[in-house]
């Protein structure tokens, strides 16, 4: 398959979940509240690319991310893996696929059982899915310690995770979302609770292993200047819905939308004289309980007009593989 097939695709991707209510309100009323966390989101990510989702907190990146790999159920749409529709796997043929995705958490002190020892973490998928027998898995181990900077293996492969620090830890989870060769990971926030100072070191060993082992990325953050160092390509999430989407370079120089326009010019450049403009957003992102009609960002956006309360955009092209939904377009 060449570069430019999509190997994850999604297509009308909706989650909500159902909001608890209390004794009281349930004699009231038999309407049921939902958080419409993910609301109809529509993209490809193709083959050896790394596709970053931004946007603020709250904007269903990470529940996006969780859909992909089948770790929570759409309420709505599909997704297709490797050309294969994957909405309604279970069981075994769910578990044979995992081997094929993969996700690195963005809390390295949590993503890692504290009573199990480095080796025996990184080898857990390995012995889970029946590669190797106990001393190939251990070798593989080894070897993949070292690859990602945790050096002298023997010594790490021992260590619990209590003896590392937080960056030695995310290497450790790196190390074990890539043991199964993998051809796509999720990286939820991979770099943002991490020292400062090493952040840049974690970003190239994972554009290093992308390289080696032909891996695609969803890159999940909130940080533009990350998602810039490290995408092929950008999309924009705001309450559920992707916004905007091109080419991480078509995206910085030209943003179509007025929240992206918003999330960049909150980016601190070296000369503020050649940054973008401030662009003041009203008040704070709605809730997805009660989301607004028509454009959900009118009520935030500087440039709404009438049309944009009543009616939802569609996404239109505005330049060669770059995608806005908005009205200012349509």
Avoid: W
Avoid at 155 to 178: C, H, K, N, T, W
């Amino acid at each position: 398959m060449g570069e430019d097939e999509e190997l994850v695709r999604v297509e009308g991707l909706k989650k909500y979940f159902p909001v608890e209510r209390g004794f009281v309100e349930r004699l009231l009323t038999r309407r049921r509240r939902f958080v419409r966390a993910v609301d109809g989101v529509t993209f490809g990510i193709r083959r050896g690319e790394v596709l970053s989702l931004v946007g603020e907190t709250g904007s269903g990146k990470s529940t996006t991310g969780k859909l992909i790999l089948r770790l929570i159920d759409p309420t709505e749409g599909r997704i297709y893996f490797d050309g294969e529709d994957i909405t309604d796997l279970r069981g075994e043929e769910l578990r044979r696929l995992r081997r094929r995705m993969q996700i690195i958490y963005q809390d390295p002190y949590a993503s890692l059982n504290p009573r199990m020892r480095v080796g025996d973490a990184i080898a857990h998928p390995l012995e889970i899915h029946g590669m190797a027998d106990r001393e190939e898995r251990r070798e593989a181990v080894l070897e993949m310690l070292e690859r990602v900077g945790l050096v002298p293996a023997e010594e790490f492969y021992d260590r619990f995770p209590a003896q590392l620090s937080g960056g030695q830890r995310q290497r450790v989870a790196i190390a074990r979302a890539v043991i199964t060769r993998p051809e796509f990971i999720v990286a939820d926030e991979p770099v943002s609770s991490i020292d400062v100072s090493l952040r840049a070191s974690i970003l190239e060993l994972m554009m290093d292993l992308k390289e080696e082992f032909g891996l695609s990325y969803l890159f999940i953050t909130h940080d533009l200047a990350v998602a810039k160092y490290i995408s092929s390509r950008i999309a924009v999430m705001y309450l559920g819905k992707v916004v905007e989407v091109g080419p991480v370079e078509e995206v910085f120089r030209n943003p179509a939308h007025p929240y992206t326009r918003a999330l960049l010019a909150a980016v601190p450049v070296p000369d503020p004289a050649r940054g973008l403009a401030p662009v003041e957003l009203k008040g704070e992102i709605p809730s997805a309980i009660d989301i607004p009609p028509g454009c959900r960002f009118h009520p935030r956006c500087p440039e709404a007009s009438d049309v944009c309360g009543e009616r939802e955009p569609e996404m239109v092209e505005v330049g060669p593989d770059h995608f806005v939904a908005c009205h200012l377009y349509s």
